[in-house]
């Protein structure tokens, strides 16, 4: 993509942004905070700095007293209630990403205390054997246990999160102690996360949230490419189905750019290319039969989402960009966070800790 195609992609999810604010998935669709994220951090690579501090303006309005997000909302309503940790952690992840892009530690300062009870909140959530609870929500009981996108996706919100308060001179050793058992559960405790495997997020998103690295890493990628990725299309939304989509092809670039895996990363984001509109924007995916594709017909579902464009501008923002903000997802400007050892050493102290906030 050139510079004149990210920017063309950044103005056709302006056009989708409300006065207040709010970046909802499409014109007249509904709004969830995990992916308003997403598309605010597009506009940030695109130079559109006053959209998207506009947009965490609308986040921090919305954020409810304890810190939690809804689901969903529409024209300024709540649409879905339930209360999902991951959807709720991913402010961090912006606002760090917005700081960098900017250097506004104003902006930072002010947008703190928005991320610090987002972390909290979640966290509160977590299990004693690392897992983050998906779903919040204590009128819920069906569905109840964690989920390993939703894991990963929350430690990369709380290092990011533990990037800022370093920054701002807080120091939250809690945050430390939690992103370090999540850490262990997403690598080494798969049985303690329900069954999502035929979803290629649960595929790379240990990776993509910066958690397996070296030899594990490309081995999850190895294990399962032939079952998600077409060749010449892109990557599949789940295993059993012939539907790639742009955002789970770019989040895979993404993913293959943190480990090193430049090449497949370069085809993949090539590949995804053909769901490009004419406005810059981008189709969600495409079904297909066994390896061809058709214009005609083929488009599924037959929307641009405000996400899916601002995934393909964070994968070339990865790939191609030099800015401060292209090696998020590599991990870089982001605290390594505590070994094993320094887990255990620890551990009483950050216990006190958290008693005390909760006092």
């Not at 604010?21 to 598309?39: K, L, Q, R, Y």
């Not at 903000?325 to 950050?350: C, H, N, Q, S």
Request: glycine share 8%; charged share 25%.
């Amino acid at each position: 993509m050139s510079a004149e195609q990210v920017a063309e992609t950044c103005e056709a999810i302006v056009q989708v942004q409300r006065p207040d604010g709010e970046i909802p998935w499409s014109e007249g669709n509904h709004t969830d905070p995990w992916n308003m994220v997403e598309a605010a951090m597009a506009l940030d690579v695109g130079n559109r700095f006053a959209e998207a501090e506009h947009a965490y303006e609308w986040l921090a309005k919305t954020q409810r007293g304890d810190g939690a997000f809804h689901a969903y909302y529409q024209d300024g309503h709540v649409k879905e209630h339930w209360l999902d940790t991951n959807v709720t952690t991913y402010v961090a992840v912006g606002v760090w990403h917005h700081y960098r892009c900017t250097g506004d530690t104003a902006f930072l300062d002010r947008f703190f205390p928005m991320v610090e009870r987002a972390i909290d909140f979640a966290l509160a959530h977590q299990h004693p054997t690392g897992e983050v609870e998906w779903d919040a929500d204590p009128e819920r009981t069906d569905g109840k246990g964690a989920l390993l996108t939703g894991s990963s996706s929350i430690y990369k919100s709380v290092r990011c999160a533990i990037a800022c308060a370093e920054r701002l001179g807080h120091e939250r050793p809690d945050w430390e102690l939690s992103v370090g058992l999540l850490a262990i559960a997403v690598a080494h405790r798969p049985e303690r996360f329900l069954d999502k495997a035929r979803w290629a997020m649960d595929w790379y998103y240990p990776i993509l949230g910066g958690i397996l690295r070296g030899d594990a890493a490309h081995a999850r990628v190895a294990a399962r490419w032939d079952e998600f990725v077409v060749e010449g299309l892109g990557v599949r939304c789940v295993a059993d189905q012939p539907w790639v989509t742009a955002a789970e092809t770019c989040e895979a670039v993404l993913a293959l750019d943190a480990i090193g895996a430049h090449e497949r990363a370069h085809q993949l984001f090539e590949w995804v290319q053909f769901l490009r509109a004419p406005n810059g924007a981008y189709w969600t995916g495409a079904n297909f039969e066994g390896e061809r594709w058709d214009l005609e017909g083929e488009l599924y579902p037959v929307e641009q989402p405000t996400w899916n464009s601002a995934a393909v501008v964070l994968a070339c923002n990865a790939l191609g960009g030099s800015g401060p903000t292209a090696g998020l997802f590599r991990g870089e400007g982001l605290p390594a966070g505590l070994t094993a050892d320094e887990l255990i050493d620890a551990g009483v102290k950050i216990e006190a800790e958290r008693a005390r906030r909760l006092r």
